[in-house]
């Protein structure tokens, strides 16, 4: 049997809300109230009578409280074992769109950085440039067949600033997370792109070739 796309999963969606009586309305709000949002939706699904907008506000602003900041994940890690133990250092890196940069010791200094943007906390690293690699199309279909095998973790191209593509790792999680899943997945990451760079070494130049 040929498998389904996600837009034959996304169409049968859209027609059960339909024949259950629902109707799409198009809104305009602001970024940081799209949790809000969600919830309210939810919630205009039932019944008039059954939903009650205070208790969801209520519950949004006790959880709006324990939301992480780039600054405040920074003041915590420092506490974290991690840290303390002296297995990876950690670094404020100020601006308009400030980031933590962390040096992961135990896996050769590789760096990490961390930010909180809106809803989630995003931990990334750079797995290589895309002049290190021989064969561009053969390394993307590899990629989309096996990076799943990496938990927690994606594999994006991403152009920088100065014009050069540059493969990422990264890994996502809500800005609510607790302080223990926010270890979790730096270190997870860490072991990621150390077994990716593995996995995919076919398909990279050797240093030597690199600095040709």
Do not use: C
Not at 20 to 30: D, N, P, T, Y
Not at 71 to 95: H, M, P, T, Y
């Amino acid at each position: 049997m040929k498998a389904k796309s996600s837009a034959h999963y996304q169409r049968e969606f859209r027609k059960r809300l339909r024949d259950s009586g629902l109707v799409k309305k198009e809104v305009w709000i602001r970024p940081e109230n799209a949790k809000l949002l969600a919830q309210v939706e939810k919630q205009l699904r039932e019944p008039v009578e059954t939903f009650d907008l205070a208790t969801i506000g209520g519950k949004m602003m006790i959880e709006s409280a324990n939301t992480w900041t780039t600054e405040s994940l920074f003041d915590a890690l420092q506490g974290a074992s991690l840290f303390r133990e002296n297995k990876a250092s950690l670094a404020l890196i100020d601006g308009v769109e400030p980031a933590l940069h962390i040096t992961m010791h135990e896996y050769g200094d590789l760096p990490v950085f961390v930010t909180v943007a809106g809803d989630q906390i995003i931990a990334e690293s750079v797995l290589w440039s895309a002049d290190d690699v021989i064969d561009q199309a053969g390394l993307n279909d590899a990629v989309l067949r096996t990076h799943k095998y990496f938990p927690l973790s994606t594999i994006s191209l991403d152009t920088l600033a100065h014009g050069k593509d540059y493969y990422h790792m990264f890994g996502a999680l809500s800005s609510t997370s607790d302080l223990a899943n926010v270890v979790f997945e730096i270190e997870v990451l860490a072991s990621n792109v150390i077994q990716a760079t593995e996995a995919y070494a076919d398909f990279l130049k050797t240093p030597n070739e690199a600095q040709a």
